[in-house]
């Protein structure tokens, strides 16, 4: 009888020990599917294991796979965060349901309305200004002026444009169907269409190489692909010009993140989330990708600073996506491919 007792004593404290280590395994660590590769993120990762004795493990993958996982997996997910670039991504994983709403003074607190999510389900991080770039051989900074502007006759032959397949360029004719509506905005995507010196590029770099040897003159890019490409060569004849000054400002886009819904481990989760908008990891989370923090008390890198500052679009980016599907109808009608 006692032996049995006592058997059924070890069995329970074999549960209840068993069942804390599960806890505190959780509490312990956060799990983080980013679309950010590693070098990009492991940074700010190791920062907030040091600070805060709390582990990041972080999965990397394409955007579109980390979503069809997270979907795949519904309640059973291990992943507490979803990290990725530009509010479209972020905007469709809220829309399907796949992060929750988080109240947080310091979120609120240390990232502008309009590069949050007016429910709450994701949060930028960084700032990427989707601008123009020239040939300052060929180009008078004096004659540029709007994104709009580059429809006009007088570029004829001398833009040239990533593919629309990329997400980037469909988030910025998203945000100008926002501002003024989608038959004008298919005006200025047709008339960029017949000023192309070449065919549609496969990326920004490519583009910027095009413009650096004379095949075009003038294209739209990400800064920080700018800032690569100029730190590899800092003889090209390329400068950024900051378009929309006088009226609706730049564009801008966001990586950024949301607490999945199934967290198993929310408020580590939500401190990790609060820490990469604190300063110390905004300057980490950006300088690292040549990027602007999101916290506007944070100054860029000095090599960024160096480009300028500029006005953003305040509208709020979650037109990226809430028009990310108009926008692609309008670009394949347009014949931008």
Known sequence: MLKRKASHVLAALFF???????????????????????QLIKPMFDAFTKDTGIRVRYTT??????????KAEG???????????????????????????????????????????????????????????????????????????????????RLCLRTSKKVYN???????????????????????????????LSDDTRAMEFVAAGRCDVTLVNTYYYGRLMKKDPNLPLAIFWPNQNNSGVHVNISGAGITRHSKNEKAAIKLL??????????LFADVNMEYPVNPEIEPDPVVAAWGSFKQNPMNIVKAGELQTTAVKLMDRAGYR
């Open 61 to 70: 993958d394409k955007e579109g796979a980390l979503l069809a996982r997270l």
């Open 170 to 200: 469909q988030s910025l004719v998203a945000m100008m169907i926002a501002e003024h509506g989608e038959a004008e905005s298919e005006k200025v995507v047709r008339g960029w269409i017949a000023n192309l010196a070449t065919d549609p």
């Open 274 to 283: 609060e820490y990469l908008s604190s300063k110390k990891a905004q300057n």
């Open 75 to 157: 309640k059973n997910t291990p992943a507490d965060m979803l990290i990725t670039a530009d509010a479209g991504n972020l905007w469709e994983a809220a829309r399907a349901g796949l992060l929750m709403s988080v109240n947080s003074e310091v979120l609120s607190k240390n990232i502008p309305a309009h590069l949050r999510d007016p429910e709450n389900a994701w949060f930028g991080l960084s700032v990427r200004a989707r601008t123009i770039v020239y040939n300052t051989r060929k180009v008078d900074p004096t004659d540029l002026s709007t994104y709009e502007d580059l429809a006009d006759a007088k570029w004829e032959k």
């Open 16 to 38: 209840f020990n068993s069942f804390f280590a599960i806890n505190t395994a959780y509490a312990e660590q956060v799990v983080v599917y980013s679309a950010r590769i590693e």
